[in-house]
């Protein structure tokens, strides 16, 4: 090795040379890429159903002569994201616990059974998942499931069955806890607005004359009738007594055996109105009868009498 300036500078570049040279081989050496393909097929995911609830737990009161709204909540879910939500089919059937859901999903009615193919969301569904509610207008008829009806063992209960865009299908039973009673109606609708007896004479009556007075049954159950006066017939000062009209169940001739009018409810005998089971009505009637005594005045005298239904088991 020469000892002199010139030679340590030529030393010095070889080592320099010598360190660059391999810190730029080392570069080269990693700069490369090589492009690798992927793919899946991402299946379908079978749809479930949760939380089905009916009327938000409570009994169910019916509405004489009317329909109820009765809702039915649960959550669909689907995996595969809220399209297949958005885009799939729903069945929600609300029954009487003993008919089963696949005979109410085959034929429904009124009585025990009824079904809707569609809900209402009532959340944005988010993350695939999805709040609904459907509302049943259940009829007065509708069958009680409480203590004093004759299906004291059974409830109301709901499923919800949902089937996703590719056919894939889940279902639900509304949860135990969730199945409330339709409790009993006793209702009777009275469609005759008033009893008119025309004119009679004083110390008269009308004899074989009736008038009818027609009733249909307003709710769920059997009943019978019970009967008052709450104002007798007046023409003010005037009155006729209470116990001047007369009622059955059938034709009469005045003072025949029919049964007279009180202030107090009185059950009509053989009156019976079945429990309905359809729209059509169930109807019965009751026949009217009066004397006027000797010595009343002319004039137009009114009064009311007050029909009330009667829980017949």
Request: hydrophobic share 35%.
């Amino acid at each position: 090795m020469i000892k002199n300036h010139y030679g340590r500078e030529q030393i010095g570049m070889v080592l320099v040379a010598a360190i660059v040279g391999t810190a730029f081989l080392m570069i080269v050496g990693t700069v490369f890429a090589v492009n690798i393909s992927t793919s899946v097929v991402v299946d379908n995911a079978s749809p479930a159903v949760s939380t089905v609830k009916v009327n938000d737990d409570s009994d169910v009161n019916l509405t004489e002569n009317s329909t109820t709204n009765v809702n039915v909540i649960g959550t669909i879910t689907d995996d595969n994201g809220c399209t297949d939500v958005n885009a799939g089919t729903a069945v929600v059937l609300l029954y009487r616990q003993g008919i089963t859901s696949s005979t109410c999903n085959g034929s429904q009615n009124a009585l025990n059974c009824y079904k809707a193919t569609a809900f209402t969301a009532t959340s944005t569904c988010a993350a695939g998942s999805q709040n609904t509610t459907t509302t049943f207008a259940v009829q007065y008829f509708a069958q009680a499931t409480d203590a004093s009806s004759s299906f004291p063992t059974q409830n109301w209960m709901a499923t919800i069955i949902f089937t996703d865009p590719q056919a894939a299908s889940g279902n639900k039973d509304s949860q135990s806890g969730s199945t409330p009673d339709v409790i009993t109606l006793i209702g009777i609708n009275v469609t005759t607005s008033s009893i008119n007896y025309g004119a009679v004479a004083a110390n008269t009556n009308t004899q074989a004359v009736n008038q009818t007075a027609s009733s249909t049954n307003a709710g769920n159950s059997s009943t019978t009738l019970q009967l008052r006066a709450s104002a007798t017939l007046t023409s003010a000062p005037n009155s006729i007594t209470t116990s001047s009209q007369h009622y059955a169940t059938s034709s009469f001739t005045y003072n025949s055996g029919e049964t007279e009018l009180s202030e107090t409810l009185t059950t009509v005998t053989g009156f019976l109105l079945t429990a309905p089971t359809s729209t059509v009505k169930v109807s019965g009637q009751t026949l009217w009868g009066l004397a006027v005594p000797n010595g009343t005045p002319t004039g137009t005298y009114s009064g009311t009498n007050v029909f009330s239904a009667l829980f017949q088991p």
